[in-house]
Nanobody
């Protein structure tokens, strides 16, 4: 069964940093890329970052560009999202998803999410 498990969320003050992890099960990040999404209460799910197979064609939404960075560790089969200079408007549940596209971003499975809350 395909699963994705996010971790690393928490409560931070504005200006702080967090690093989220996405651990896939049932596939490897050598075979599929990963996207990051977030959803705040009352808002639609927002795609914030995406990477295709083998760390190719990385994308960042304008809302996080320059502050968030994706990286990967193939040996650990883990994708990370480093979040710096956090703002209260970054508060949301953050999800990772499997990118089935060889190029670009197209998704079929999502994790259950991890809560990020930015205070002040």
């Amino acid at each position: 069964e395909v699963q994705l498990v996010e971790s690393g969320g928490g409560l931070v003050q504005a200006g702080g940093s967090l690093r989220l992890s996405c651990l896939p099960f049932g596939f490897t990040i050598d075979e599929y890329g990963i996207g990051w999404f977030r959803q705040a209460p009352g808002k639609e799910r927002e795609e914030i970052s995406c990477i295709s197979r083998s760390d190719s064609n990385i994308y960042y939404a304008n809302s996080v560009k320059g502050r968030f960075t994706m990286s990967s560790d193939n040996a650990k089969n883990t994708v990370y999202l480093q979040m710096n200079s956090l703002k209260p408007e970054d508060t949301a549940v953050y999800y990772c998803a499997r990118n089935i596209a060889t190029e670009g971003c197209d998704y079929d499975y999502w994790g259950l999410g991890t809560q990020v809350t930015v205070s002040s």
